[in-house]
């Protein structure tokens, strides 16, 4: 599309500037060539128009250095408004203690399942004891994977991971960890999260726990995410914020 306009400050001489594409016209709005008066035309229009009149005025996307403005007002915005990011080390703990729940989890389905003879105890133990012991040893831990049963423990073990993190994070808005820091999760527009958004930050989070493998990369940017997010919170469009303190009325 072929866009002209018509430029005021020419006294003398030909007034009309163009052809220009309509990203060339929205720099020229930007740089101030081009006000909400000056008339524009582009093919295919019957008439010059002020370009205020145009729908292509009232679609002019945010400059680079308008988008950081507008992230740093948000940010100032919801610091204001009492609203404090989770760091590194709240969320670690969280971390820790929703690990230590589901270790005893993990460990009551190992009981069960020992009962139940699908999987013996004595044996588990003493591979486990192995490994522990040197847990860099590939033998070690293929010895583990491969104990008769052991297969079937992870997957149920897999899926009580994957429920508990889902539910309570659906539900509560924050795992018993997060409870316990009184830290909770929301989406990026300060709301809960669905079923849905629920289950995708699950899913991410086994992304960013893959990079454990590469010194943790994906928690240890929280250390220097403006809004302390992980790699799980910038694929699913969260983030973990500190609950808001109640004010305690002084006339009780």
């Known amino acids: ?30 740089q101030g060539a081009i006000k909400d008066e000056t008339l524009v035309w582009h093919s295919g229009m019957e008439a010059w128009v002020h370009w205020k009149d145009t729908e292509e005025s009232k679609e002019i996307p945010l400059s680079d250095e308008e988008q950081i403005r507008k992230a740093l007002e948000t940010i100032i915005a919801e610091h204001n408004n009492g609203k404090r990011y989770a760091g590194f080390f709240v969320r670690g703990a969280a971390y820790f203690i929703d690990n230590f729940i589901l270790s005893v ?73 997060k409870l316990l820091m009184k830290v909770h999760v929301e989406t990026s527009q300060g709301e809960n999260l669905s079923w849905f958004e629920s289950l995708a930050r699950f899913l991410a989070s086994l992304f960013t726990q893959i990079t454990l493998m590469f010194y943790g990369l994906g928690y240890l940017i929280v250390m220097v995410d403006p809004k302390r997010r992980a790699l799980h919170d910038w694929i699913a469009h969260t983030r973990v914020v500190h609950d808001k303190i109640k004010e305690v009325d002084s006339r009780k």
């Open 105 to 177: 989890v993990g460990v009551l389905i190992i009981m069960v399942m020992s009962a139940m003879q699908f999987i013996d105890l004595s044996t588990v133990e003493s591979a486990m004891n192995i490994y522990i012991n040197d847990p860099t040893s590939d033998k070690a831990l293929t010895d583990v994977l491969n104990i008769p049963g052991m297969h079937t423990f992870l997957v149920i073990w897999g899926i009580a991971q994957a429920i508990y993190f889902v539910l309570f994070t659906k539900l509560k808005a924050a795992t018993p960890g």
């Open 1 to 30: 599309m072929i866009w002209y306009f018509i430029d005021e400050t020419v006294t003398d001489g030909e007034r009309r500037k163009g052809p220009y594409n309509i990203d060339e016209i929205r720099d020229f709005v930007k």
